[in-house]
């Protein structure tokens, strides 16, 4: 007898979930910044909120990107790049940044670490003709590298002649911060934005469900490993299929061991981060892709701060963490791959 009692209230409370929004306004927007494209769309009660909230969205990304990028001769990075010896000023958003990437660096073991930078320019994966550096140019160059010795003082960042840093590694991921505090700022409780990959989704969607994220199969970019369903979550990908060049048959990719200065082959392809904060998500999930499968499960089990990761490696075993389990779906993978949850005992 309860149960019929309780059905009508339960059917009630779904149907709530279902219009809580249903006069909600969307509004979308791809931008190009930080040398990739991204992709924003928010939710809001009337238009004019919608559009205003994705203007501002906009503008945060411009500002951050003329801050942030190297090879924006007027940006801060670029300032701080041009050190030689000689302390820079830098405003406090840039120091504050500067040095959570070097916590991230010492957390790591060292697999993250900004002050790739020299390396990545012999490299040249952005420009028009990448190249492979031969081993002595990428030890005369490792000379530079080691984000230990950047000097903070007050409202100032000292680097060596030689080094440089390169926040490829961590600005998307802090921009994606940024636009939940923009979000926030204007009253947006509904929002997903992928920056170049780099998967930031506020709230649920609409309708009350939660987001739909896919995740790329790096063995086959465009079709998918699964699918997450997420709320209020970053989700952040690194991998070796994103930006590379082939020479004599073999492919090299952004992504550097700072040990070597050589391209991380770590055994795997993929690394994905789902977490509650871009910035840290974005440095580990290029960490654990140069770490590999032992160093990153190591990490994971051990790491001060709780978060899931997929890992995929070069022999098609996808990993995910235990805290995944009733977020991800592989049927809409395209490929037959093994399936492996791991657990922290
Ligand atoms: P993506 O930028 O494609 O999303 P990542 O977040 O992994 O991928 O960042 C790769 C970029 O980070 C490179 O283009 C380079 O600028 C920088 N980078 C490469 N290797 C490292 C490293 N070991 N530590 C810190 N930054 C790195
Ligand atoms: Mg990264």
Known sequence: MKKWFFLPLLCAA??????????????????????????????????????????AAEAEIHRLDGLLSR???ASAVAAVNASSGAPVAVDEEVLSLLETAVSYSAQTG?????????????????????RVPSREEL????????????????????????????LGGIAKGYASDRLAAV???????????????????????PDGS???????????????????????AYAITSGGYQRYFEQDGVVYYHIIDPKTGDVARSGLTSATVICTNGTMGDALSTA??????DRAVEFWKTY??????????????????????????PSAAEHDYEYVYLSKN
């Not at 490792?142 to 409202?155: A, M």
């Not at 086959?220 to 699918?227: E, F, K, Q, S, T």
């Open 14 to 55: 779904l149907l709530c979930g279902c219009v809580r929004e249903p006069s909600a306004q969307e509004r979308s927007a791809q931008v190009f910044a930080m040398d990739t494209m991204m992709d924003i769309t928010v939710y809001a009660d009337d238009a004019a909120a919608a559009e205003s909230a994705l203007s």
């Open 71 to 73: 090879h924006d001769e």
């Open 110 to 130: 060292d697999a993250f670490d900004i002050t790739v930078a020299p390396i990545m320019d012999a490299w040249n994966f952005t420009g028009d003709a990448p």
């Open 139 to 166: 030890d005369a160059l490792l000379v530079h590298v080691g984000d230990e010795r950047i000097v903070f003082g007050d409202g100032t960042v000292t680097l060596e002649p030689g080094m440089a840093v390169d």
């Open 183 to 205: 979000f926030e700022e204007q009253g947006i409780d509904s929002a997903m934005v992928s920056l170049g990959g780099n998967v930031y989704v506020r709230g649920a969607k």
């Open 210 to 232: 939660p987001w739909r994220v896919a995740v790329e199969d790096p063995n086959d970019p465009g079709a998918y490993l699964g699918v997450l369903s997420l709320t209020d």
């Open 288 to 293: 654990l892709f140069v770490m590999g499968y």
């Open 304 to 329: 001060e701060t709780d978060f899931d990761m997929i890992l995929m490696d070069e022999d098609g075993t996808v990993y995910l963490t235990e805290g995944l389990k009733d977020r991800f779906d």
